[in-house]
């Protein structure tokens, strides 16, 4: 059974950096597109940065160069490494599977960037 948890957010000031955490169960990191999304206020949820299973990293234009995803195969853990952060981040994040996700969605992480 696919189960997923996001950790790591908060609130945090413009400029400023955070790592988000997924962790998982039911299926091997390592083996698996995974990815990062987040679904800001009043708008529909958006695939923000992807890792393949050989390790090629991928990113939304508006996050790139700023974000970073990484994952722990030991642990069966996915980060994303957020720096230079912008109000226009401000976002619930999840991580979950790349095209397809799961139908399985964790609770997500609640990242608000405001001075």
């Known amino acids: 059974q696919v189960q997923l948890g996001e950790s790591g957010g908060g609130l945090v000031e413009p400029g400023g950096s955070l790592i988000l955490s997924c962790g998982t169960s039911?299926?091997?990191?390592?083996?698996?597109?995974m990815g990062w999304y987040r679904q800001p206020p009043g708008k529909q949820r958006e695939w923000v940065a992807g890792?393949?299973?050989?390790?090629?990293?991928s990113f939304a234009d508006s996050v790139k160069g700023r974000f970073t995803i990484t994952r722990d195969n030991r642990q069966n853990m996915v980060y994303l490494q957020m720096k230079d952060l912008k109000p226009e981040d401000t976002a619930v994040y999840y991580c979950?599977?790349?095209?397809?996700?799961?139908?399985?969605w964790g609770q997500g992480t609640q990242v608000t960037v405001s001075s």
């Open positions: 890792v393949d299973r050989r390790g090629v990293h």
């Open positions: 039911g299926f091997i990191v390592s083996q698996t597109h």
């Open positions: 979950n599977k790349v095209s397809p996700p799961f139908d399985y």
